[in-house]
């Protein structure tokens, strides 16, 4: 009897052995399976901030949108008359770094520089200047740098750099010194060529920026003082300045991922 009892006592003490082995065993490729889950997660997580974009949720406020941007334009290097000229700037965003753009300007108001008016005092009246009447320009936008800035800790702003550049038309319009004075030909006519430049603008909102661009247009332009038989025109630099409201549209600015 305890012979029966002795190998009774074995086999249940070797069964409890087995199960524990099982359950050691059973917890050990548990742990095993979730250790190599939360790496692979770990890893998927750094691939996609690898791949990814640098600055994450940032604001794309030209990504599809258009900008009508109502413009005011000065001449900057006319030697008699300086131009003020108003008009309007249209432009539309493929993506949030290039886009197309078009403008036109109008010659609403002339100011006479200094040379001009020692020349009037002097009484040289038998001659005649040219200025601008209106331009046309249309071409490619390219915005290599954009971000945020804050001044005194309390006003936070958007703001891009952006080049440019395209085709340009300018009408070349001539006026006589005094009333009765006539005015060359050669300094008159629309005259073909190419504009580029850069520019900044600050976002006051998600749809509204504050605008400055200096131009260059590349033409051929006349004399701008002409007694009358000046030479053909001849390829020039004609440097204007914009400031103007930049209104964008659709509302809604896109968020990057």
Sequence with gaps: MSNWMKIGTQLVMALAVAAGVMVVDGNGEGVQQVGATEVEIEGEEITAMQEGPTVRRQLLHRSGRFEIAPQGTFTVNDAFMRN????????????????????????????????????????????SYSRVGWSLDGGLVYVPAFGKFTMMNAVT???????????????????AASENGSVDPEQEGVRPGAMFGAGLRFFLGDSVSLNFQARNYLMPRAQEVSGGDSDPPQLGNTMMFTTGIGIYWPGEVQISR
Excluded at 112 to 122: H, K, P, Y
Excluded at 157 to 171: C, I, K, P, Q, S
């Design 157 to 175: 702003t958007h703001y891009d750099f952006h080049l440019f550049g395209g085709f340009a038309m300018v009408n070349e319009v001539g006026e």
């Design 84 to 127: 003020v000229m108003p008009g309007l700037g249209v432009s539309y965003y493929l993506n949030n770094i290039f886009g197309v753009m078009g403008g036109f300007s109008f010659g609403a108001l002339q100011m006479d520089t200094s040379l001009r008016r020692q020349m009037d005092a002097n009484g040289v009246d038998d001659v």
